[in-house]
């Protein structure tokens, strides 16, 4: 596995280095996915990380494969981050699909022929996805009519599949939900104007429309009443892959930061030269470091009982030290930062966006916060003296 690992890390950091560096500026001028691209990622074997060998993919652990998207997010973060979502979805459907599904669309998903999304996000429920409206029903011939919309889809338009969180009964709660995958030309089915996003504008995202769909019992992915956990599930595998192209996103800050302040003349010697500027590039390295261990450790401990925990910790820590490395950079350059050939400002608008994406810093605080009570129930209180509120 590890010779396997080797080469797919090395393919990532090449088609980093040949396709994404290079181009990244002029996909954002031209604001449409780079479709060629993404065809050599496929090429690469990027397309079906941990898919069986058995419908073309790598196989690889959840622990070995997330580690290319620090390859990758080297090269853009938000790049980094659709390749890491069409990944998820090849897993869930190559794990939990139906056979038809499998039958059909596996090996199109893991050769990146076909890409796919997730959908989970409505206009009203974002943080609080229990709140979703999408409504299945589910007919006699075991077909199901979807209508609602959903909302910041990514890739939208681009997918071949959307992998679809839906309800099928009007009961509050999530116990009913289920995951279907929608074709992306099945009747019905429509797309709302994009989202402008300027610094990752070549990633497709807007509304998407389900007006009386009807999808086959073959495409479910998750059974009613497994739609929000195994969501929440794929989730964590999102938030770790986040924190690993946050990874990479520091490396290039700090590597334009280094580039440019060794070269930069001032004071008789290099900007570089200043104890200053080395403690400033010195905190976002110690952070990397820090980063690095974190969200390998979460990586390792998905689909263990730490794996919520973990990936929480990485996706509250990591995208937050992205942020400032971004903006530590940007200072060290001075006015230079902030133009865009550097491409520091395109990086800070990107870490920014990681903090929101796939569960936002406060969500992680909110499962950390949750587990630190739990443990709290572990110990024995500290008594409160008379008078400070006992109770
Ligand atoms: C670039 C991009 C791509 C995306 N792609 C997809 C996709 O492909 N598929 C998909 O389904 N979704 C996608 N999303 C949606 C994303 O997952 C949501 O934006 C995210 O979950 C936050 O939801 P929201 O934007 O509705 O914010 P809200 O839920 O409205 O939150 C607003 C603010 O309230 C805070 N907040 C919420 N709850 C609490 C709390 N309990 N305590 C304290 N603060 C709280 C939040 O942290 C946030 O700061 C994408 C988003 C972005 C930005």
Redesign the pocket.
Known sequence: MTDKLDTILENARAHCAEDIRPNVDAWNAAGVWPRAASDKAAALGLTGLYAPEEFGGQGLSLGDGIRVYEELGYGDG?YA?ALS?HNICTYAGCGFGTDAFKEKWARDLTSGRKLA?????EPQ????AGNMYSRATINDDGTWTISGA??????AGEADIYFTVVKTTDVPGHKDMAMIAIPKDTPGLSFGPRYE?PS?NF?P?SEMYMDNVVASEDNIILPVGQGLQGSLMAIDIARVSIASGCCGLMQAALDTALAYSSNRKMFGGKNLDLDGIQWMLGDVATELEASRLLYRKAAHALGTDEGPLMAAHAKRFVPDCAVKAANTCTQVLGGMGLLQPYGLDRLSRLSQ?LR????????S??VIGRSLQKRAKTLDPLPIPKGFGET
């Open positions: 938000a981050f979502m999304n997730f959908a989970l996000t429920s974002g943080s609080d959903k909302a910041w889809v990514s890739l996003t990752y990633l995202l966006m929101i994406v796939d569960g936002t810093t406060e969500i605080r909110v």
